[in-house]
């Protein structure tokens, strides 16, 4: 099994969800994050002064999917978050070793 963490742009959220869902992710979990890479954050003027906004608001979705699911996985949220414009993201993958249902104690990919 693999964990995908994508960093997408708030606005693309629910293109993204909609499109795992399509694709038979049957959960994910979605947390606001902020931070920046070459984009370098900007500046905004605010009452007549510029301040500097380093770290922009992102959103990460992390989705655990089986090992013959991560290409079309990454491909569907490749397509529902790109804009063409910078800062549209990163994904990342992670292999995880085991997953436990709580409630069930079910294990492995039964637990997804």
């Known amino acids: ?47 007549g002064a510029e301040y500097i906004v380093d770290f922009l608001a992102k959103i990460k979705v992390e989705v655990i999917v089986n090992d013959e699911d991560v290409e079309s996985t990454l491909s569907v949220i490749v397509e529902a978050a790109k804009t063409g414009k910078i800062g549209d993201g990163k994904i990342f993958v992670t292999s995880v070793d085991e997953v436990i249902r709580i409630r069930t104690n079910q294990r492995g990919s039964e637990a997804v």
């Open 1 to 47: 099994m693999k964990k995908i963490e994508a960093i997408i742009k708030p606005f693309k959220l629910e293109d993204v969800k909609d499109a795992l869902v399509e694709n038979g992710v049957s959960g994910m979990t979605v947390s606001d994050v902020k931070g920046y890479g070459r984009q370098q954050g900007h500046s905004e003027l605010y009452r």
